[in-house]
């Protein structure tokens, strides 16, 4: 047995007697191994009356002068500076000429797509750019055009051409090389690349087939992962939880290498984005983990004064500065900063010191970087919020203007070399202007585009293999102690010996997905200490370090988008959500963001996520919800419903194994349901599974399930064949992708068809189902299909059961009326 030393872990108790300071101790630090460490809550140090102090927040600290940084960075990276500003302000005046005018220099073009720019903020994107390195992930503010351009440009800067030749020549834009290299193959291979990177992006704004992610994605989700930039979203805030889940897999991966949160001050006004920095200091990445320090990320304020309209320094937000807000998170305050993003060195130099911050003291960073944007928040924006001259104060500050006064005044660069570079800057951006509108060379998604998004709101990758890192498991799998008892157990019911339930295949489909897979995690609000939902996990506590294995907080949407940037980064999730009813917490989170990456990045992002969701029972109107039509409505979400422990097993085997990412729901009243139907595999086994099942085979009525209900089914089942009546009862088991053929050729031979779920009748997946078989079968019909479901109120305590949801005598009643129809 291990004892702590650290006073926060297991703190010395000076007023409680010996004998039951150690008895308390023994107990509440250690169980069995060191798999199963718990935090010691020490009263005397809760109560502690000391003071609670915050650090002071740096502001504007940066004071070097351009001469200092001349010497230091050397005229061709001072140009290259320069030059990368001024790409980044002329690509961005180009789309407001084309979104305000409908042309550019002459050349018309209709675009009516989001048009949200940065102007004016170039300095933030270059100067957080030059910082990075293309092993760092940046995920893009609500703007982020810039940061894509700055980030690219600073990676052709730095990969040599052979580096560069291969990441074109295998993008999903290589056409655009390829036509590029052929047109003039004496361009250098930078400039070339140069080229590349704003016709993928310019073409992607403009929805031409052409772009980085085929014209799907546009403007708000604009990215091109081999330099290192990551997707931006149109939701405000979107993006941050997302990085945090890329952090969680580089501190996994322990690569050297950071993931970096763009957003905007206005983002500060939404929960999921306080969440992620909690989510990203948790103390156990220091208590409890075997790798020790928090996540390696840095929280990029890109602080304009404005969120949409309304402006968050004196109107919508109460923080004055950003900044503040670090001290709400952790004593460490997140080592928050104010930063003059204005200047471009004041940028370089703070996110060079927060990254090595990061990587060497692991704990994540905070910087609040003071900007301004020129143009509105989109251009339906009314600029109702603001004068003329507040605009006109805040260019005296322009950070393009700006730096080439002082390389003009430094006198190490002439007037007419920079009029050189920007004449070239201004004839490349129109040329690559002129190739995105030209439908010989750029064609639209017109004709194509929905069926694009159609071949990839699934990827359907059976055995799809995650990265691989390094992740020690303590015992051999036959040696869990749980996995020993249910080994014991017999696989279908036969006598009153003790069968396999389907909690238990849960356990063991779960237990083989983290020995198959080494980057997968699990976390819910009590997965490792209770075990999950339904104690699933318990005994896997005895294996499994707590990198992979932990409780989160009670923050449903990040717990979400954490899963959503650990799979883009190249992992797999398990995340648990005890109760369905808490989708409603991760709203955005599921039906805007796992959901829909896969398609928005047209297939270059798989999400192998499984999100666990009890459907409850005896809890009550908020506990005992079932949202499967919810999950179903959506594009992009498999659903998945077992009813019984072998579908269970397979499911979830199916579910671990895959590329998508799949609503899991299971129903609270079936964990210690017993197989009663078909012997449970004892390995991983590659079912045919998504297929209805049909349980009970008759000829007058076909009666559906789908969850709980199927026993209910059963037992009416049986007094129906008393009175002559035998059905066929198919247990759905999936909702999406639902397979009808079974279904069809059921209706076609009883003519008559009866429902049953546990959810609310309106509106219900069940209500779907009907009005497919109708529509499907109409001509073999011989009743209306009749729909079963839950009361149309809310749930009511669980005494009102019986009353409340179908019962067997409520299927009995409804099959006995379609025959008599």
């Known amino acids: ?25 023994l107990e509440t630090i250690y169980s069995v191994g060191d798999m199963t460490k718990k935090i010691f809550l020490s009263p005397q140090k809760t109560m502690n009356k000391e003071n609670i102090t915050f650090n002071d927040v740096k502001v504007f600290a940066y004071e070097k002068s351009f001469a200092d940084e001349l010497k230091s960075y050397g005229k061709n ?45 170039e300095a933030a994107a270059v100067g957080q750019a030059y910082a990075l390195d293309v092993k760092d992930f940046s995920f893009g503010s609500h703007r ?36 590029l290299r052929a047109k003039f193959p004496k361009k250098s291979i930078k400039q070339i690349a140069i080229e590349f990177l704003l016709m993928g992006t310019a073409c992607e704004i403009f929805a031409r087939s052409n772009g980085f992610l085929k014209g799907m994605s546009g403007s708000m989700h604009v990215f091109f992962t081999p330099f290192g930039v990551y997707p931006n979203n149109a939701i405000v805030g979107g993006q941050v939880p997302i990085a945090v889940g890329s952090a969680l897999y580089k501190k996994k991966a ?92 004041a940028v370089i130099d703070a996110t060079t010191r927060k990254k090595k911050s990061i990587l060497e003291d692991k704990k994540p960073a905070l910087l609040d970087v003071v900007v301004y944007r020129y143009a509105g928040h989109s251009q339906s924006d009314k600029e109702s919020c603001r004068v003329e001259e507040e605009i006109d104060a805040w260019r005296t500050l322009d950070p393009v203007e700006n730096f080439k006064k002082d390389m003009l005044n430094s006198g190490a660069f002439t007037e007419s070399e920079i009029d050189k570079l920007e004449e070239k800057i201004l004839a490349d951006i129109n040329y690559i202007y002129t190739l995105s509108i030209d439908e010989n060379v750029s064609s639209s998604i017109v004709n194509g585009g929905v069926q694009e998004l159609e071949k990839t709101t699934f990827s359907n990758i059976d055995n799809y293999k995650c990265g691989v890192l390094n992740s020690e498991i303590k015992l051999p799998k036959q040696e869990i102690s749980r996995i020993k008892e249910i080994s014991k157990k ?55 370090p707590y990198e992979r294995l932990f409780n989160s907080p009670v923050s449903e949407a990040t717990m979400v988008s954490c899963a959503v940037g650990y799979a883009m980064s190249g992992g797999r999730v398990i995340i648990d959500f005890m109760y369905s009813d808490f989708m409603g917490r991760a709203g955005d989170e599921i039906f805007n963001q796992l959901a829909k990456w896969q398609a928005m990045s047209v297939g270059e992002f798989k999400m192998p996520i499984v999100l666990r969701v009890m459907v409850g029972t005896k809890y009550g109107t908020q506990h005992s919800q079932e949202w499967t039509a919810l999950a179903s409505h959506v594009p992009g979400l498999k659903v998945y419903f077992p009813a019984t422990p072998y579908d269970a097993r397979a499911l979830m085997n199916k579910a671990t194994s895959g590329s998508d990412p799949v609503i899991f729901f299971e129903s609270q009243r079936l964990y210690e349901q017993e197989e009663i139907l078909n012997e449970v595999p004892t390995e991983f086994t590659e079912i045919d599974c998504e297929k209805p099942t049909l349980v009970k085979s008759g000829d007058s009525v076909t009666i559906i399930t789908l969850g709980a209900p199927l026993y209910r089914a059963l037992e009416a089942e049986k007094a129906l064949a008393s009175k002559g009546v035998t059905v066929d009862i198919i247990d759905l088991k999936v909702v999406v992708p639902l397979n009808y053929e079974e279904i069809i050729a059921s209706v076609k031979k009883t003519g008559r068809v009866v429902l049953v779920s546990d959810a609310c009748e309106r509106g219900s997946f069940l209500k779907e189902v009907a009005s497919e078989i109708t529509y499907r079968s109409f001509k073999d019909l011989k009743a209306p299909p009749i729909v079963l479901g839950a009361k149309n109120t809310v749930t009511p305590p669980y005494e009102c059961d019986a009353n409340f949801f179908p019962t067997a005598k409520d299927i009995e009643k409804a099959v006995l009326e379609v025959v008599r129809f």
């Open 77 to 121: 990276n001072i140009l290259n500076i320069y030059r990368d500003m001024f790409y980044v302000r002329k690509f961005e005046e180009m789309l407001l000429s084309v979104k305000k005018n409908r042309e550019y220099n002459g050349k018309p073009f209709y675009y009516e797509g989001a048009s949200h720019l940065a102007i004016g903020q």
């Open 1 to 25: 047995m291990t004892f702590f030393t650290d006073p926060f872990i297991c703190p010395v108790i000076i007023d409680i007697e010996r004998k039951y300071r150690l008895q308390y101790f």
């Open 254 to 345: 322990n690569d050297g290498s950071i993931a970096v949160a763009n957003f905007g001050d206005g983002a500060m006004g939404c929960g999921v984005v306080y969440e992620s920095m909690n989510f990203s200091t948790m103390a156990q990445f220091t208590t409890l983990w075997e790798n020790k320090g928090e996540l390696p990320i840095l929280f990029n304020v890109l602080n304009n004064g404005y969120g949409m309209g309304g402006q968050t320094r004196g109107e919508t937000m109460g923080y004055d500065s950003p900044a503040r807000l670090g001290a709400g998170i952790t004593p460490h305050g997140m080592h928050a900063e104010r930063v003059n993003g204005m200047n471009v060195f």
């Open 144 to 179: 982020a055009h810039g940061e894509l351009i700055a980030r690219g440009l600073r990676a052709i800067e730095t990969l040599d051409d052979n580096s560069l030749v291969k990441i074109m020549s295998e993008s999903s834009s290589k056409c655009n090389y390829e036509f």
């Open 490 to 544: 017999a696989r279908i019911k036969s006598s009153n010996e003790p069968s396999i339930t389907l909690g238990e295949a849960l356990t063991e489909a779960i237990t083989e997905a983290f020995y198959r897979e080494s980057s997968l995690v699990s976390y819910g609000e009590n997965s490792r200490d209770w075990g999950g939902i339904a104690g699933v996990y318990n005994g896997l506590q005895e294996a499994l």
